[in-house]
């Protein structure tokens, strides 16, 4: 999400529940604890995550619809008999073994803005950046260099399974509400660092056990996730902020989200002009979108809900994939899809490879 369009959807915010009862949480505190989270776990990664993550949380605001489509619906046009060329920006960087009864693979996400990660969950993705609290989720994201706890946080002693090299970094809870925070790091064979931060719903010993047995079956893999799209003609000079997979939306329901999203030239993550490109099955509906606040949550909470609002975009629907090219014009800078066109030139430089993953592709950008 950039600065510009985060900035007009928390005015968009206060102006829309500004007669809300006055909350008795501390929202700044709880969203700078949740992105810092998200930052050192790779929740920063989703939330996830899981973010349905930064630039590509926009990935599902102009959907609509009732039902995803099946994954297996069949193509007209099978990938094998499309000659593409191109680099795939979204990397596979492990494969978990081990899960907890419930869990499985749900997103990942690579990129400047955010760093390389998976993670594996049991309940929807969210829809935005930040991280509810409670939602069970394991979050796995590769550093290159070993992970140095800040002033606050310890490191504890652990052992992963062929690792060198492994502790746990933990953060001190605020109070009996809010229990201490494990991440387990340890050192690949190849010198990388993995990072496995907890579900949130295990806590001390439990979860330290958790973390270990997942860590223990993890893989390291280099390869690429194919992804069903290609972009023949992207705009020179921009930098790649995030590409992400979410599949799928719903663990046990077909459908999935997929995100792209770039910046001109190559300063740091936040900076320059955004632009995204997103796809779902069409028809496909985002239960964080799609359903309004609970009212009974909201008078007991007092908390403000920013309902998402889309962005100036252009959007086909093609070989049964919905897929949109979002460009904020108020941003500043020189736009950089001017030189192909605008949101609908780039659109028109998509193609759609189906809701079946086995004619997708890892030549996702030219």
């Not at 930052?39 to 926009?58: K, Y």
Request: hydrophobic letters at 35%; aromatic letters at 4%.
């Amino acid at each position: 999400m950039t600065h510009d369009l985060k900035t007009s959807l928390d005015d968009l915010a206060e102006a829309e529940y500004a007669g809300a009862p006055l909350s008795t949480v501390d929202i700044g505190r709880a969203r700078a604890e949740g992105r810092r989270r998200m930052r050192t776990a790779r929740l920063a990664p989703v939330g996830g995550g899981v973010a349905v993550v930064a630039a590509c949380a926009l990935v599902v605001n102009g959907l609509g619809g009732a039902s995803p489509a099946k994954p297996n619906a069949p193509q007209t046009r099978p990938a094998a008999e499309r000659a593409f060329t191109g680099t795939d920006p979204l990397p596979a960087i492990a494969k978990f073994g081990w899960l907890p009864d419930g869990f499985q693979t749900t997103g990942r996400s690579a990129g400047a803005d955010y760093g390389d990660s998976v993670t594996a969950s049991t309940k929807p993705l969210p829809a935005s950046g930040d991280m509810p609290a409670g939602v069970p989720m394991l979050a796995l994201t590769k550093s290159a260099t070993e992970p140095t706890p800040i002033a606050t946080e310890t490191k504890a002693p652990a052992s992963v399974t062929g690792s060198p090299k492994a502790f746990f970094i933990i953060t001190p809870g605020d109070s009996s509400a809010i229990p201490p925070e494990v991440r387990l790091a340890w050192q690949t064979a190849s010198g990388s660092w993995f990072i496995l931060s907890g579900d949130y719903q295990a806590h001390g010993d439990e979860l330290k056990a958790q973390l270990l047995k997942v860590a223990d079956s993890t893989t390291a893999e280099d390869s690429e996730v194919a992804l069903p799209i290609h972009v023949e003609g992207l705009p020179a000079g921009v930098t790649l902020g995030e590409a992400m997979l979410n599949d799928p939306v719903t663990v046990g329901t077909d459908g999935f989200t997929m995100g792209l999203s770039y910046h001109s030239g190559n300063a740091g993550p936040g900076t320059g002009h955004y632009f995204t490109i997103s796809v779902t099955p069409t028809g496909q509906q985002n239960p964080k979108l799609s359903q309004g606040p609970d009212p009974d949550a909201v008078a007991k909470a007092g908390i403000k809900v920013v309902q998402a609002v889309p962005t100036p975009d252009s959007c086909k629907d093609s070989e049964g994939l919905h897929i949109c090219v979002q460009d904020d014009p108020k941003q500043s800078g020189p736009d950089p899809l001017a030189s192909v066109g605008g949101a609908q030139g780039l659109l028109n430089r998509i193609t759609s490879l189906g809701t079946n993953p086995a004619n997708w592709t890892t030549h996702v950008v030219n």
